[in-house]
Structure formats: C-alpha cells, structure tokens
C-alpha cells in the first residue's frame, strides 16, 4: 500500500537498528522485581535515555508495601525506584503514558539472554513485556518531538519498577499522574502477535486473612483452646462460596498450624479473587467482612485482613472506545488492521481506567509467550510501533478526538 505523507514522515525519523540495539542492552539487565541492583541499573540507563526528551527525569522511591509473613507478622518488601518524565506540564491538553521496567524473572531464573528465533524475532527476558514497549514509547516522542503540532500537547512518562507483583509501591504514583490527564497509552506488548489490542479486563485482589486462636494441650484441655486451623477450614469455605457469575475466588494457601499434640492458635488463608465488574468487586468487599465476623463468631476466634483488590476491574466506556478507534485509524494509515479482543489479564491500564482516563494499554511492541522462557519479540515491530504511537500522539496534539463521546455518554 502507499503510505500518506504524515506517516512517511514519521516512518523516516524511526532509527530501527538503534531500537533493536537497545532493547537487546536493556534485555542483558535482569530487573526482576526483587532485584533491586538491576532495577537501579535499569532507571539509570532509562533515565539517560528519556533525557533525550525535553523536561526533567525523575527517580521517585517506591511507596511503603508490606507483607504478611507465615508467622503472621507483618514486614516491609522493599522496591526499585520508579522514573518520572514530565514534559509542558503548562500544557493544556495533557497524557499520561506509562510502562515498567520490573520484569518477572529473577535473577537466579535460567532464562537470563536473548537468541534469535529467526530473521524476525528474538526470544530473551522482558523483551515483549516491555523493555520491547519502552523502547517503542521512547522512540515514539522521540519523532513525535519533531512534529509540528508538539507544542499543544503536555505529557508524563511513568515507568514504575513493581508492576509485575502489581504495583502496590507505584499505584499513588499512577493514580496521581492520571489525573487531569486527557488520555492515556500503555506500553505492554500486544494481546496477540498481529497486534490485537487487550480492551475490557477484568480487575484482580490479593488477601491474606489472619486467624489468631487459643492454644490448648490437645489430650489434658483441648476445651481451652481455639483451633485457627479449624476456623480458617470453615473461612475457605465460605470464602468460596462468596464465587459467583462476576468473579471468581481462588483459595491458594493456608500456612500456621502446631504439633499433633497442641490446638494451633495460628492459621494464614491466601487467596485470589478476580471481579469481572466494579459491582462484584464491592460487593466482594462487604460479603467478606461479614464471613470474617461469622467465622470469628461461631469458632471464638479474632482475624485480620490485609491486601485487597490492587486492580480495578477495566470496562471500556465511550471515551476509552473513542481512543481506541483512533489508535485503528492510526494503524490503518501504517497498513495495519488493528482489531482488540478482552482479557482476563491485568496491567497498569486498570489502575488507569478507574481514574476515569481513557485508556489503550497494550501499545507496545507485537510478540507473545510472555512470563516464560519462550517470551519472543517480533522485531520489525519496533518500528511500527513507534509511528503507530507518533501518529496517535499528533491526532491528540492536533484535535479533540475522543471529544463527542462525551455527549454520547451523557445521553445513554
Ligand atoms: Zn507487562
């Protein structure tokens, strides 16, 4: 097909070899999550890269996160530094894009370098989810900058170090960053190799629920003890039983327990809930309360809850559907059909779609198989990426396209 000029023009300020060489640089750092030496490795060599930009690169700490350990005690999980970049914050129109820089191997995991599949494709850690995308995102502004519309339109670049565990030390920083904002793009890798985009998806919780008992000597005064095992047993159930058509309960671990001869005073239930709707989720929250004040009832036993829902549910509203259909029009102009489909998986786009910002968040490179060692990244994707990106960035800078959806929504 022949190519408009706008997006020959794009096309001609995207350097493909230099993407490709950075992404294998950035795929050699491990930055598991926990692997807080690479995560420094990794913002320093973001932050010089995204220093091409204009505005200020920031590293922001992480916020405080806790965990409950299998003695029931709470402790701190440390985290990276999270990198910022806020250009014509004066702007009156402004985005918000964002990306991570964690990946989901650590550093002991096997799969730690890149070999190629083919002409087209390489296989290594992170490079479709997403050091992959945030070379797209970067190289994006980069020729998005030159365009002559720049100067209308303000953004933040965000690219936290916990997204991976579900950025519980980013998600102030996200929902901050959101606000005001016009739009918002985010760089995970398509849903599916051709480029298919993730839309709705459902939203995910994590709970460890303490139980504290009495303990007892099994044989001489079993009567004096509370079993937390068994009241924990009872609490699996009913928690189950909370699964319905809008969400899903997945009871993972129960830790604590004692020796065959004391009633155990300590029991930890772990569990998952995946609420398709904002209503499920809600819900989920009163029904859980009243199972802990029943099961501390009926077994004379006390609980605590810690974590929740870290993922909003993401329907697609008319504004985000608006966003959409402007990033298909854009991949038309570059030869592509871009469909989307939903998904059951989540990401940074839900913390952005709760805030009310319109939101498309896999626009970062074509590849698949991610989470595990057959994650592969298509290469020529790079590019096509990029400009898709420059493209949307310069329809946002020029115009108010998601604009009639407003009055579309209001009258539904
Ligand atoms: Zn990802």
Excluded at 26 to 36: F, I, K, R
Excluded at 221 to 226: A, I, L, M, S, W
Excluded at 382 to 396: Q, T
Aim: charge should be negative; charged fraction near 20%.
């Amino acid at each position: 097909m022949t190519l408009d000029t706008p997006t020959k023009e794009i096309l001609a300020r995207i350097d493909g070899e230099a993407m490709l060489e950075q992404v294998l640089d950035w795929a050699a750092v491990n930055s598991g999550t926990a692997n807080l030496a690479g995560l420094a490795t990794m913002a320093e060599k973001l932050g010089a890269a995204f220093a091409t930009l204009p505005g200020e690169v920031e590293l922001v700490e992480p916020a405080a996160v806790t965990a409950i350990a299998a003695d029931g005690s709470e402790f701190a999980k440390p985290h990276g530094h999270h990198m910022v970049l806020r250009v014509r914050p004066e702007a009156a129109r402004r985005v918000v894009l964002t990306g991570h820089m964690d990946t989901v191997f650590p550093v002991d995991h096997g799969f730690q370098s890149v070999a190629w599949l083919d002409d087209e494709t390489i296989n290594g850690p992170g490079t479709a989810d997403m050091k992959g995308g945030l070379c797209v995102l970067l190289h994006a502004l980069q020729a998005f900058e030159q365009s002559a519309g720049a100067e209308q339109l303000g953004y933040d670049v965000m690219i936290n170090s916990d997204e991976e565990t579900g950025s519980l030390a980013s998600r102030g920083l996200i929902e901050e960053l959101a606000q005001g904002k016009y739009a918002a793009l985010t760089y995970e890798p398509s849903a599916l190799p051709d480029g298919t985009l993730a839309h709705a998806r459902g939203g995910t919780g994590n709970y460890s629920i303490t139980v504290r008992g009495r303990s007892a000597h099994a044989g001489r005064n079993p009567q004096d003890g509370r079993n937390a095992i068994v009241a924990a047993s009872d609490l699996v159930l009913r928690v189950a039983a909370l699964a319905g058509e809008d969400i899903t309960v997945n009871p993972a671990k129960i830790e604590g327990g004692a020796a065959n001869n004391v009633v155990p005073d300590l029991a930890i239930l772990r569990f998952n809930i995946r609420p398709k709707t904002t209503q499920a989720m809600e819900r989920f929250d009163g029904e859980l309360d009243a199972v802990l004040r029943a099961v501390e009832a009926e077994h004379e036993v006390s609980t605590s809850r810690h974590g929740g829902v870290t993922r909003p549910p993401k329907p697609v509203d008319a504004r985000a559907q608006k966003l959409f259909d402007l990033v298909r029009s854009c991949g038309a102009q570059l030869g592509r059909e871009i469909g989307w489909q939903p998904t059951g998986g989540v990401c940074d786009g839900n913390n952005i779609a709760a805030c009310g910002v319109p939101v498309v968040d896999t626009m970062g490179v074509r590849g698949g198989k991610i989470h595990s060692p057959e994650e592969f990244m298509i290469v020529p994707s790079l590019v096509e990426r990029a400009a898709l990106s420059a493209l949307v960035l310069e329809r946002l800078a020029a115009g108010d396209p998601l604009a009639d959806a407003v009055s579309a929504g209001d009258r539904s």
